[in-house]
């Protein structure tokens, strides 16, 4: 549908607001086109000088993927002609490839029930490792949660950049009560919608017990696979612990692209989100269109592969797969004269 003539910069912030949540990390590549440059355009990906158009596709499909190799080493430097994309099956023709550290929208879902009292210097520690290796530019933020739920930061701040803030924000808290990991998880989701940058990401700690949520947890996981948030899971939890349950952390990771670990002692939580942060920014971003159009809210089953000459056998990590969108919005405008 034509819209009116616009400037480029007011047309983005147009598209931006009318996109629904999936969408915006498309939206977010394409606005930085011209100083990350795709290894290849297509013609809707141009912007020429007199004419500015945004194809929004509500089936677009935009993935991160983490590539390792025997030794479970990230691999860097592939390029589009080393992945191929299959969605049930079928080959998928990559239209937007990138590989690059870009910001983040962070949340961290820290456990705070009564299980979790004599750990949490090691958490605390461990999460503020994690802020201090991330991108000065990342958006980060807390739930913690025992039997409820809350924001670590102040009332008045969505989001922060600043490693101390973020510590303060997870000490101020003393461990007790029972557990709403799926309430926690739930409320994340919906914050990371919040935020502006490209990729979204949860890392949840916690033993994965839960006994006190109004979701469950196939609720959460629905919740996981509509979203783009790539969720990574910390276990921490003593093996004779009646109550933990490492599987639900372990499908929670699985379905969004992420990774699960757990801490065989408090000593490796550190280690592991400094883990969790390089991972983060070693991925690589991947788009297409899906070859089935049908609108029809199904799921769609994700597998990406990757081969390179000389680098041995490569494993890849991505979203198991995607819930199909149900419409989709063409946003175009025209501005004449200056770009």
Same mark, same amino acid.
């Given at each position: 549908?034509?819209?009116?003539?616009?400037?480029?910069?007011?047309?983005?912030?147009?598209?931006?607001?009318?996109?629904? &949540?999936?969408?915006?990390?498309?939206?977010?590549?394409?606005?930085?086109?011209?100083?990350?440059?795709?290894?290849?355009?297509?013609?809707?990906?141009?912007?020429?000088?007199?004419?500015?158009?945004?194809?929004? +596709?509500?089936?677009?499909?935009?993935?991160?993927?983490?590539?390792?190799?025997?030794?479970?080493?990230?691999?860097?430097?592939? +390029?589009?002609?080393?992945?191929?994309?299959?969605?049930?099956?079928?080959?998928?023709?990559?239209?937007?490839?990138?590989?690059?550290?870009? &910001?983040?929208?962070?949340?961290?879902?820290?456990?705070?029930?009564?299980?979790?009292?004599?750990?949490?210097?090691?958490?605390?520690?461990?999460?503020?490792?994690?802020?201090?290796?991330? +991108?000065?530019?990342?958006?980060?933020?807390?739930?913690?949660?025992?039997?409820?739920?809350?924001?670590?930061?102040?009332?008045?701040?969505?989001?922060?950049?600043?490693?101390?803030?973020?510590?303060?924000?997870?000490? #101020?808290?003393?461990?007790?009560?029972?557990?709403?990991?799926?309430?926690?998880?739930?409320?994340?989701?919906?914050?990371?919608?919040?935020? +502006?940058?490209?990729?979204?990401?949860?890392?949840?700690?916690?033993?994965?017990?839960?006994?006190?949520?109004?979701?469950?947890?196939?609720?959460?996981?629905?919740?996981?696979? #509509?979203?783009?948030?790539?969720?990574?899971?910390?276990?921490?939890?003593?093996?004779?612990?009646?109550?933990?349950?490492?599987?639900?952390?372990? #499908?929670?990771?699985?379905?969004?692209?992420?990774?699960?670990?757990?801490?065989?002692?408090?000593?490796?939580?550190?280690?592991?989100?400094?883990?969790?942060?390089?991972?983060?920014?070693?991925?690589?971003?991947?788009?297409?269109?899906?070859?089935? #159009?049908?609108?029809?809210?199904?799921?769609?089953?994700?597998?990406?592969?990757?081969?390179? &000459?000389?680098?041995?056998?490569?494993?890849?990590?991505?979203?198991?797969?995607?819930?199909?969108?149900?419409?989709?919005?063409?946003?175009?405008?025209?501005?004449?004269?200056?770009?």
């Amino acid at each position: 549908m034509a819209a009116k003539s616009l400037g480029a910069g007011a047309y983005i912030r147009r598209a931006l607001a009318a996109a629904s &949540p999936c969408l915006i990390p498309l939206l977010f590549l394409f606005a930085v086109a011209g100083s990350v440059k795709p290894e290849e355009n297509s013609p809707s990906e141009r912007m020429q000088e007199n004419t500015y158009t945004i194809r929004i +596709n509500a089936d677009m499909v935009v993935l991160h993927a983490t590539v390792r190799n025997r030794k479970g080493t990230p691999v860097s430097g592939l +390029n589009k002609g080393n992945f191929q994309v299959y969605e049930d099956g079928v080959r998928q023709q990559i239209t937007y490839f990138m590989h690059k550290d870009i &910001p983040v929208t962070v949340g961290l879902v820290v456990d705070n029930s009564g299980s979790m009292a004599p750990k949490r210097p090691e958490v605390i520690a461990a999460a503020t490792a994690f802020a201090r290796s991330s +991108n000065s530019q990342d958006q980060m933020f807390v739930v913690g949660f025992n039997e409820h739920v809350w924001f670590g930061l102040p009332d008045s701040v969505l989001f922060t950049d600043q490693p101390a803030q973020l510590e303060a924000a997870l000490s #101020r808290i003393d461990a007790n009560g029972e557990t709403a990991l799926y309430d926690a998880v739930a409320v994340a989701i919906e914050r990371l919608k919040k935020g +502006n940058r490209d990729k979204k990401v949860l890392i949840v700690i916690s033993d994965g017990a839960d006994n006190a949520s109004k979701h469950n947890l196939a609720e959460v996981m629905a919740m996981a696979q #509509r979203s783009d948030a790539v969720i990574y899971t910390v276990g921490i939890y003593d093996e004779d612990d009646p109550d933990h349950n490492p599987g639900a952390l372990k #499908r929670l990771a699985k379905a969004s692209g992420g990774e699960y670990f757990t801490a065989e002692s408090l000593r490796d939580v550190v280690p592991i989100c400094e883990r969790i942060a390089q991972d983060i920014r070693s991925q690589y971003t991947i788009a297409y269109v899906p070859a089935n #159009r049908k609108q029809d809210g199904s799921y769609r089953a994700i597998q990406v592969k990757a081969e390179a &000459p000389g680098r041995g056998r490569l494993f890849v990590r991505t979203r198991a797969g995607y819930y199909a969108p149900v419409q989709s919005q063409i946003i175009a405008g025209s501005q004449s004269g200056q770009p």
